[in-house]
């Protein structure tokens, strides 16, 4: 079983800046990719950010060149710099990490960290 623990959500005005951590509880070199996700009210939950084990990144079009993704293998936490943020982005912040097994995969979410941008 995988834990993940998300962390470093809050309250911030447009065009400010979070960075929000997930820590897993196993070595992450371990997972194939670590994603981010994130809800809005009445929203569906959709992908903001994907980084898999060589480093390869992916981004929603919404974010590009304003979020970074990255992975720390020695502190096993993945991380989202959010830089400009505007009020679009307010939502419950998820990571979530996926291991392949076998010919399938297993998918662990963290519980979640609210982003609230004020305009």
């Known amino acids: 079983q995988v834990q993940l623990v998300e962390s470093g959500g809050g309250l911030v005005q447009a065009g400010g800046s979070l960075r929000l951590s997930c820590a897993a509880s196993?070595?992450?070199?371990?997972?194939?990719?670590m994603d981010w996700f994130r809800q809005a009210p009445g929203k569906q939950r959709e992908l903001v950010a994907s980084?898999?084990?060589?480093?390869?990144?992916n981004y929603a079009d919404s974010v590009k060149g304003r979020f970074t993704i990255s992975r720390d293998n020695a502190k096993n936490t993945m991380y989202l710099q959010m830089n400009s943020l505007k009020p679009e982005d307010t939502a419950v912040y998820y990571c979530?990490?996926?291991?392949?097994?076998?010919?399938?995969?297993?998918?662990?979410w963290g519980q979640g960290t609210q982003v609230t941008v004020s305009s």
């Open positions: 979530k990490a996926v291991i392949f097994v076998g010919y399938g995969s297993r998918e662990y």
């Open positions: 196993i070595t992450i070199s371990s997972i194939n990719h």
């Open positions: 980084v898999t084990t060589n480093g390869n990144t």
